[in-house]
């Protein structure tokens, strides 16, 4: 479908050059009508890299040319809840998750990023579009749940799900050097790239994962749960392998409600984080990346040209030939 280039609105924009993009599975959930705020006929993508072609008046912190990640998330900077940190709830009609959901996304040639003094954060020299590529969302995502999982090294960290965003998240929970990591994964394909990349990491299935988990653990059961996997039964597995006082964060993206049986877990005494995730840490991400320590290429399998973008998501969405994040390049 051909729409014609986009064009600055408003002061605070910026039009972003479009060098790399991706897949993620919250466009899947768009495809398949489980986002209702989706905006029918939008140009879907919230994953990009880039270079800045034009800005508006107000736009102070990028100037054409810069290589820059655009963020999932626009936000104002101003308001309560982003002079709090918590960009996800900007009052500001452009903010939260605006790009390839209300507007206009990245899986194109060109994208108008609203807010672009926040939207946007310059790269490093040296590093380049791949390895920035999932900055400004699951890696964002990953580092914020394990920032707010208060991980300390005498922690046992038990991760749900192996997936892009569960990966994302196991590496920057290695940051926080626990005692202990698991991560529980049923895809046999998912479970070997992990055994491969990253040896250190006991990794167990979900059908063992309670009894494992309750056995290896010194308190029974895991210091901190990280629920990133999103179905009925990883939700429940995350409270259940959780020891009492533990912290279970959640940061996956559900098709439907979840049950929350209060009974069953009388005396637990469990400390629940949810998401959306708030994206105001994407400057030290690329400083981390840059020097080394935060290393996303591996999971990047699949290269497509924007022309073949269909047969991208087939293979995404079908998780066929061992993808674990396709990029995308116009």
């Known amino acids: 479908m051909e729409k014609p280039k986009p064009a600055l609105i408003e002061p605070t924009d910026a039009i972003v050059r479009v060098t790399m993009g ?12 489980s986002v209702p705020r989706a905006v029918p006929g939008i140009t879907v993508g ?16 990028v100037k054409p040319g810069d290589r820059v990640t655009v963020n ?11 002079k709090n940190g918590y960009v996800n709830n900007c009052t500001n009609p452009n903010g939260g998750w605006a790009l390839g959901c209300r507007i206009d996304g990245g899986q194109t040639e060109y994208v108008r990023v609203p807010l672009a003094n926040q939207g ?10 791949e390895q920035a590529l999932l900055v400004g969302d699951v890696l964002a995502t990953g580092f914020w749940a394990a920032r707010i999982s208060e991980i300390t090294q005498d922690d046992t960290v038990l991760i749900i799900g192996a997936g892009p965003t569960g990966i994302c998240t196991l590496l920057c929970v290695m940051l926080h050097q626990p005692k202990k990591i698991i991560i529980c994964e049923q895809s046999e394909e998912r479970r070997i790239f992990i055994q491969t990349h990253y040896p250190q990491v006991q990794i167990v299935l979900p059908d063992e994962c309670k009894e494992i988990v309750g ?19 990883t939700f429940r597995l995350a409270w259940e392998c959780a020891r009492p006082n533990a912290i279970v964060t959640v940061v996956a993206l559900y098709d439907k409600p979840q049950i ?32 080394g320590k935060i290393d996303t290429t591996p999971l990047i399998t699949h ?9 991208a998501y087939r293979i995404f969405e079908n998780k066929l030939d061992g993808v674990i994040k396709v990029a995308v390049e116009p």
Do not use: W
């Not at 919230?46 to 912190?61: L, P, R, S």
């Not at 999932?72 to 982003?82: D, I, K, Q, R």
């Not at 946007?120 to 579009?129: E, K």
């Open 72 to 82: 999932v998330e626009t936000f104002c900077g101003e308001c309560f809840f982003c």
């Open 260 to 291: 929350l049986p209060l009974p069953d877990m009388y005396g637990k005494n469990l400390t629940f984080k949810t998401g959306g995730v708030d994206r105001c840490d994407c400057e030290e991400i690329l400083r981390l990346i840059e020097a």
């Open 46 to 61: 919230h994953e990009m890299v880039g270079i800045v072609e034009q800005v508006g008046d107000k736009v102070t912190n």
């Open 22 to 33: 991706s897949i993620c599975t919250s466009d899947l959930h768009i495809k398949h009508g």
């Open 215 to 233: 056995k290896t653990s010194e308190n029974g059961g895991a210091d901190r749960v990280i629920e990133v996997a999103g179905g009925e039964e």
């Open 120 to 129: 946007l954060n310059r790269i490093p020299y040296s590093v380049t579009d």
């Open 303 to 311: 290269h497509f040209p924007l022309s073949e973008i269909e047969e």
